[in-house]
């Protein structure tokens, strides 16, 4: 639809003001959509938000559930998923700062809540799960624990390398974090050998 994809214009506006900052004659402008269309549809410019950090869920949630619905080794899996979240984070650089600049807001969005659950925590604690069973990821405790730090991992990463814009190579820059924060989750930093050394 039109005007979703002219929503699209507000995204760098609320990256760079955060939503306090922009007042909705701002997004009007930005946009090209007029105010009271804004209003007609959204009901103001928390409803923007909302709109464009749910796009964003859905597309971390159609690239993961891709990545993950492979033959692979759940291991396999898990490092595709990796890539395929930030792969979509530095395509979109100006959204995901959006979404942490008003992060706080956002987690009080009950339907973005089960949106992140759904696109992100409850694959990947699958994936772990599935890994426990066929050998390629050890067994955890707390897989939601885990999973939530999966997550923060990938986005502190990917807020990083988006936050002075779009990259030229997007791609290659989601592959190179990806085997970076794949080689802490896991294999960790400790030496080989001294997990064993400490649990025997």
Known sequence: MKLASQLYGAAELIAERGLDGTKIEDIAEATGIPKATL???????????????????????????????????????????????????????????ALVGDLGRATRLPDLAVALRAAFFEPIEQLLTDGAADGSLRQVTDPSAVATSIFGAITVAGLSAAVDGP????????????????????????????RDALES
């Open 167 to 194: 990259l030229k190579e997007p791609s290659s820059e989601a592959v190179r974090l990806s085997a970076a924060i794949s080689d802490l989750i896991l294999d960790g930093l400790a030496p080989p050998g001294t």
């Open 39 to 97: 209003y007609y549809h959204l009901e103001g410019k928390n409803a923007v938000l909302e709109f464009l950090l749910t796009d964003l869920l859905e597309m971390i949630a159609g690239a993961v559930g891709i990545a993950i619905a492979s033959a692979e080794s759940a291991r396999t899996r898990l490092e595709t998923a990796v890539t395929a979240q930030l792969g979509v984070m530095l395509e979109h650089p100006f959204l995901c700062r």
